[in-house]
């Protein structure tokens, strides 16, 4: 990936969260001292769900981190171009199409695919290999409950992800930076994992453009490229999906992806990563610190050459 080292953030880039306090810390705020809450029940953008045990306890990254410092090169390949130039992204309609090896292929409306399951907050760690991390808010609902509808048949071993890539909306898709669109894959016990989500918001409100609106796939134990944004198509597939950074570099990015420390990129060790926010380096940890929920899809498979 081409990156901007993150020894250059500049700390006006980066916002104490406490000074992100969102609408529902406000009116829960507002209700402890008794207060009238003239707000509207539900705001436009906001989000209704609930949270979830799969969090994790770790503090999270300001709205302006996870929102101003990103990866999605359909919009640029600097870390602000995406905060800059997918506000013009049109995110309705939108429909995901879901194909390949399963009974009942669909294109799923994005009034459909909210209704898919009770949506809720997912606490995640996102590890990029380019050697930072970020704790993100997510809402969502997840991956397995989308597919369960679509029926995949014995022959589904894979899941192909297709991100949209339209020219006139994207400027960075007018540069061929990556063979576009931009596609991802995971073996189907990966995408029917628990922890696997489809995302459609952050911070309890819909998903900004530049995190991938208006849906987007979050593997939390992969590192932060294996999460494709703003999907437009869904392929079951017998065979391994070829992915676009496989296609762009196939010894630095391999198939599997999972973050493994023992595993360095041939440019970043992958031994440390640096959380948006903080000064001191942290130890990587094995599978993102999710090892006790997926290491025993690994079992018996050799993770160094499997990268
Ligand atoms: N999806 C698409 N379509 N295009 C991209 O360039 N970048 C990936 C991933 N998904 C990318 C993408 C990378 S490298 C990372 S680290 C994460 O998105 C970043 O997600 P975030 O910007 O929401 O933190």
């Not at 292929?105 to 380019?130: G, N, Q, W």
């Not at 020219?167 to 540069?175: A, D, I, L, S, T």
């Not at 296609?247 to 970043?268: C, I, L, M």
Request: proline content about 7%; charged content about 25%; aromatic content about 10%.
């Amino acid at each position: 990936m081409l990156i901007r080292p993150t020894d250059q953030i500049l700390s006006s880039e980066i916002t104490p969260e406490a000074l992100w306090l969102n609408r529902r810390q406000l009116m829960t705020g507002a209700a402890a001292l008794g207060l009238a809450v003239a707000l509207p029940a539900q705001a436009a953008g906001e989000l209704v769900y609930r949270k979830s045990p799969l969090s994790v306890k770790d503090d999270k990254n300001s709205f302006e981190q996870i929102t101003q410092y990103n990866n999605f090169y359909e919009f640029g390949t600097d870390k602000d171009d995406p905060a800059q130039t997918a506000g013009k992204l049109k995110t309705r309609p939108w429909n995901i199409v879901i194909e390949g090896e399963c009974d009942k292929p669909h294109t799923f409306s994005m009034d459909e695919l909210l209704k898919i399951a009770p949506l809720e907050e997912r606490i995640y760690r996102l590890r990029c290999v380019e050697g930072w991390s970020m704790v993100i808010p997510w809402v969502g609902f997840p991956l397995s409950e989308l597919l369960k509808r679509v029926n995949p048949t014995s022959k589904a071993k894979y899941v192909e992800f297709i991100s949209l890539a339209d020219k006139e909306q994207m400027p960075g898709v007018q540069r061929a930076v990556l063979d576009w669109p931009y596609t991802e894959g995971l073996r189907i016990d990966e995408a029917m994992h628990p922890l696997t989500i489809m995302a459609v918001g952050l911070y309890g409100k819909v998903l900004p453009n530049q995190n991938g609106a208006p849906i987007r796939v979050v593997v939390p134990w992969k590192y932060g490229f294996k999460s494709a944004k703003s999907i437009v198509k869904i392929r079951l597939t017998e065979k391994q999906p070829q992915t676009s950074w496989n296609k762009a570099g196939p010894n630095e990015y391999g198939f599997y992806s999972n973050v493994n420390p023992e595993v360095d990129h041939p440019r970043w060790s992958q031994a440390t990563e640096r959380r948006i926010g903080e000064f001191f380096k942290r130890k990587t940890l094995m599978f993102n610190g999710y090892g006790d929920q997926v290491a025993g899809m690994y079992k018996g498979m050799d993770l160094k050459k499997l990268f």
